[in-house]
Nanobody
């Protein structure tokens, strides 16, 4: 069973920055697309950003220009650099693998059935 461990969340003021990390128990270099998802209380989980092995990227409209996703296959790690954070970015953030071809909008769902515990991001003054 694949294990994904997210870290790096915390409490930050509006306008602040955070970098999230996700380490996988498998070699992520074999996974075509990796992504970050988030789920706020009372809302569905949504894909925030994705990156392919060819470094194609996808971003949710509301985070374009503020978030950057990257991957380090040698370290089995996916990162999410978040700048200019807003209160509406507050959520639990998870990583997984969207079943995305690298073109168009990624479909709903994720490759790995098991989810990690996520990391809480709270943006508040």
């Amino acid at each position: 069973q694949v294990q994904l461990v997210e870290s790096g969340g915390g409490l930050v003021q509006p306008g602040g920055s955070l970098t999230l990390s996700c380490v996988g128990s498998i070699s992520i270099s074999s996974v075509f697309a990796m992504g970050w998802y988030r789920q706020a209380p009372g809302k569905q989980r949504e894909l925030v950003a994705a990156v392919t092995t060819g470094t194609r990227t996808y971003y949710l409209d509301s985070v374009v220009g503020r978030f950057t996703i990257s991957r380090d296959n040698a370290k089995n790690t996916v990162y999410l650099h978040m700048n200019s954070l807003k209160p509406e970015d507050s959520a639990v953030y998870y990583c997984n693998a969207p079943q995305w071809s690298g073109f168009g909008i990624p479909p709903r769902g994720a490759l790995f059935g098991s989810w990690g515990q996520g990391t809480q991001v709270t943006v508040s003054s």
